[in-house]
C-alpha cells in the first residue's frame, strides 16, 4: 500500500520568491477582471439608459417623397438609445430604397438622430412597353409611370421584360445612350433627343423634330452627331425634311432620304 509523503527537501530562498509573485499576480488578474467587469456593468446601463433614449429622428431630403420613402424603411427598436442605435444597419435599410444615392447618418444629443438623404435624380426615360422608366445617369431604374416625361430624353433598349424600380441596366448601354444625349445637349440644331441602343452595333438617335439619325457603331459618337446636326441645318435652311440621316461613315459625310410630301432630293453625298 502506497503512501503519500511530503517532500523533506526544504524550500530555497529564490523559490519562495517565485511562489509569492506568482501569487501576486494572480491577485492582481483578478482585480483586473472585476474592475473591468464593474466598467462595462456602468458603460451598458449609461448605454441603454433611458436618459440617452432615442425620441425624435429627422429625416432630410431634397426630395419630400424621398424623405418618406427612408422614414418608412428605417426600423429602430422602441427602447433604443443613441449609443445602442446601429447606425451601419439604418444606413442599409435607408440605401436599399431604389431613389436613395447616399445617406449620412449622424447622433444629435441626446434624444435624436439625424438623417440626411441624398436623391437619386431621374435623367432618363426608359421605354418599356407602353409604360416608361426613369432612370439616373448610373441605370438605376427609379420609379414607373404611365406617360412619357416631356422634360427627360427617351432611350429604348435598355428596359428589358420584368424590369422594375431598383434594377439597373446595362452599363454600357447606358454609357452609350448617355453619351449621346450629353453630345446632343451641346448641338442646338438636335433638340431634345431620343435614342435607341436595342443593336449596339446600330445606334439610332431622333432629334425634337422627329427625324432619324443612324449612327452604327458607338464610335466617334461626337463627330457622328455634329454631322447629324449640321445635316439637318442644312436642310432646315432650304425648308426640306428628311425621313432619316445615315452618318455611319463620317468620312463619307451624310446620307439622307427625304421625308414623305418633303421636296428635298434624295442625297448621296456629304455634307
Keep these: 500500500m502506497s503512501s503519500s509523503r511530503a517532500d523533506p527537501r526544504p524550500m530555497r530562498n529564490g523559490e519562495r520568491c517565485d511562489a509569492a509573485a506568482r501569487k501576486r499576480r494572480g491577485a492582481w488578474r483578478t482585480l483586473e477582471l ?9 458603460a451598458y446601463g449609461v448605454a441603454s439608459s433611458p436618459w440617452l433614449r432615442i425620441e425624435r429622428v429627422t429625416v432630410r431630403s431634397a426630395d419630400v417623397d424621398v424623405a418618406r420613402e427612408a422614414a418608412s424603411a428605417m ?8 449609443l445602442t442605435a446601429r447606425l451601419g444597419k439604418l444606413r442599409q435599410q435607408i440605401e436599399a430604397c431604389p431613389r436613395v444615392k447616399d445617406v449620412v447618418v449622424r447622433r444629435r444629443w441626446r434624444h435624436e438622430l439625424d438623417v ?3 436623391p437619386r435624380r431621374p435623367v432618363v426615360g426608359l421605354m418599356a412597353g407602353a409604360d416608361c422608366l426613369l432612370a439616373d445617369e448610373e441605370g438605376v431604374c427609379l420609379r414607373r ?6 422634360d427627360l430624353p427617351l432611350v429604348r433598349g435598355l428596359a428589358l421584360d420584368g424590369i422594375g424600380p431598383g434594377d439597373i441596366v446595362s452599363r454600357a448601354g447606358m454609357a452609350t445612350a448617355w453619351q449621346c444625349i450629353r453630345w446632343g445637349e451641346k448641338l442646338p440644331a438636335l433638340g431634345r433627343i431620343s435614342v435607341d441602343v436595342s443593336i449596339p452595333q446600330r445606334v ?19 463627330r457622328k452627331l455634329a454631322c447629324f446636326a449640321a445635316t439637318l441645318q442644312y436642310l432646315q435652311e432650304r425648308g426640306w425634311r428628311a425621313r432619316y440621316v445615315d452618318v455611319q461613315d463620317v468620312k463619307v459625310g451624310a446620307i ?11 442625297s448621296s453625298r456629304g455634307v
Design 256 to 266: 439622307w432620304r427625304p421625308a414623305p410630301n418633303s421636296h428635298a432630293p434624295p
Design 204 to 222: 439610332c438617335v431622333w432629334s425634337g423634330d422627329g427625324t432619324k439619325g443612324i449612327i452604327g457603331r458607338p464610335a466617334d459618337l461626337g
Design 34 to 42: 472585476l474592475a473591468l467587469a464593474g466598467v462595462a456593468g456602468v
Design 75 to 82: 426600423r429602430i427598436a422602441p427602447d433604443a438609445t443613441l
Design 145 to 150: 409611370v404611365k406617360e412619357k416625361p416631356a
Design 116 to 118: 440626411l438623404v441624398m
